[in-house]
T-cell receptor
């Protein structure tokens, strides 16, 4: 069974600092997704990573995927208050059941001035 | 505008009642999904459908039912058999090809009185 673990679950940062959120998963996959959720809202897609070594960047966020290590990272550069949200990674298994995506528990990020 | 709509936004149910949550998409996506989110937690898959007139159970299907009579619509019924239905329900869709990225609706918050 595919399991997805994120850490940390809670992250409090000062504005201007850098940090990395980690997403580990338990079985082979070639598709990993990062989403953002603001309080009381739905999920917004941030990144789709489809191959080993994939790296994508948008503004102060950069995501990478290492399929051999079964690890994805979401790196935050020079954090600003607007990045405060909960970030989820989600992993789809390879094979016929590839619609059965599993989510991590989420990382609640708070950026303080 | 293409997108996913869910209604109602808020729903209150008395114990013992069945309620149906609506999900409609005009993205021409083949696959649709229902997730449940409890406070401070990740998403758990209830049901998904890859094509019309076909659907599969997710991890927590007990106490829920779905139908997929039209490509655009995937309603979820929360039955009285669901013992703890208070949660945030999210519907998503994907094109079942390529990245298979899922796009989410705004959600329905269900409260049992």
């Amino acid at each position: 069974e595919l399991k997805v673990e994120q850490n940390p679950l809670f992250l409090s940062m000062q504005e201007g600092k850098n940090y990395t959120i980690y997403c580990n998963y338990s079985t082979t996959s070639d598709r990993l997704y990062w989403y953002r959720q603001d309080p009381g809202k739905s999920l917004e897609s941030l990144f789709v990573l489809l191959s080993n070594g994939a790296v994508k960047q948008e503004g102060r966020l950069m995501a990478s995927l290492d399929t051999k290590a079964r690890l994805s990272t979401l790196h935050i550069t020079a954090a600003v208050h607007d990045l405060s949200a909960t970030y989820f990674c989600a992993v789809a298994p390879i094979g016929l059941n590839n619609n059965d995506m599993r989510f991590g528990a989420g990382t609640r990020l708070t950026v303080k001035p | 505008d293409g997108g996913i709509t869910q209604s109602p936004k808020y729903l209150f149910r008395k114990e013992g009642q069945n309620v149906t949550l609506s999900c409609e998409q005009n993205l021409n996506h083949d696959a649709m999904y229902w997730y449940r989110q409890d406070p401070g937690q990740g998403l758990r898959l209830i049901y998904y459908s890859q094509i019309v007139n076909d659907f599969q159970k997710g991890d927590i299907a007990e106490g829920y039912s779905v139908s997929r009579e039209k490509k655009e619509s995937f309603p979820l019924t929360v039955t009285s058999a669901q013992k703890n239905p208070t949660a945030f329900y999210l519907c998503a869709s994907s094109n079942n090809r390529g990245s298979n990225e899922q796009f989410f609706g705004p959600g329905t918050r269900l409260t049992v009185l």
